[in-house]
C-alpha cells in the first residue's frame, strides 16, 4: 500500500518525464495531461489578439508542439515543473513562427485545395467514439494533416471522386449519374483512386 504522504506518481512532473523517457506511453500521456490547460494558455498569450485573428487554432499548434517534444524528449534533461514548461514554451514559439509562415504563404499562394473535410474517409483508420489521450490526439492531427497533404497530391479527379464517396457520402449510383457513367465503372474509378492514395500517404509517412 502506498504510504500516504508519497507524491502522486501522476503529478510529479520530473518523475513522469523520467518514465516517459524510459519508453512508458502512460507516463507521457499523464505528463501532457497534467500540463495541457497550462500549455494552451501559453499558446494563447503567445498568439496575442493579433496573431489569433490570423491563425486562431491553439489546439492545432500546442498539439504539434507535443509531437515535437516527442522527438526531442529524450534529449531534455528533467529539471522540474518549470524547466519543462520553459522547454516546452520554446518548442511552441517555434510552432508559432511556422504555423504564422505557413498561413501568411497559404494566403499569397490560394491555399490549401477544398476537400471538405476528412471524416468521412473512415476507411483510413479512425478513433471517433473514444475519449482521446493527449498523445493519441496529437498524434491523429498529425494523421489528419498527412491525409490532407496525400489528397492534395493526387490529380484532381481522384480526389473529387474520394470527397464525392466518402465525405458527401454520395452512392455508386448517385455519382455515375453526375459524371455521366456506369455505377460499375464508378466503382473501378473510386478502388483506383483509394489505392492511389494509400500509396501517397505511404510515401508521407514520417
Do not use: C
Not at 517534444?69 to 529539471?79: G, I, N, R, Y
Not at 504563404?105 to 475519449?131: F, N, P
Not at 453526375?178 to 505511404?202: F, G, T
Request: glycine share 8%; proline share 5%.
Amino acid at each position: 500500500m502506498q504510504p500516504a504522504n508519497d507524491p502522486n506518481p501522476n503529478t510529479d512532473t520530473e518523475g513522469l518525464i523520467q518514465r516517459a523517457q524510459n519508453g512508458d506511453e502512460e507516463a507521457l500521456n499523464a505528463l501532457f495531461s497534467l500540463h495541457y490547460e497550462e500549455l494552451r494558455r501559453f499558446v494563447r498569450k503567445r498568439l496575442g489578439a493579433s496573431l489569433r485573428r490570423e491563425v486562431d487554432d491553439s489546439e492545432d499548434i500546442l498539439h504539434s508542439a507535443m509531437r515535437g517534444a516527442l522527438t526531442s524528449l529524450p534529449k531534455f534533461q528533467p529539471e522540474g515543473d518549470e524547466a519543462w514548461i520553459r522547454w516546452m514554451g520554446t518548442i511552441i514559439t517555434n510552432k508559432i513562427a511556422s504555423k504564422v509562415r505557413h498561413h501568411r504563404a497559404q494566403k499569397r499562394g490560394g491555399g490549401r485545395a477544398d476537400v471538405g473535410g476528412t471524416e468521412g474517409l473512415g476507411w483510413i483508420g479512425s478513433t471517433e467514439g473514444r475519449e482521446q489521450k493527449p498523445l493519441e490526439a496529437a498524434q491523429a492531427r498529425e494523421e489528419q494533416d498527412r491525409l490532407y497533404d496525400a489528397l492534395e497530391s493526387l490529380p484532381p479527379h481522384r480526389r473529387d471522386l474520394l470527397v464525392k464517396s466518402h465525405i458527401r457520402k454520395l452512392s455508386h449510383d448517385e455519382i455515375a449519374k453526375e459524371l455521366e457513367i456506369s455505377p460499375e465503372a464508378v466503382r473501378q474509378r473510386i478502388l483506383r483512386a483509394e489505392q492511389a492514395l494509400k500509396i501517397e500517404l505511404n510515401r508521407l509517412e514520417p
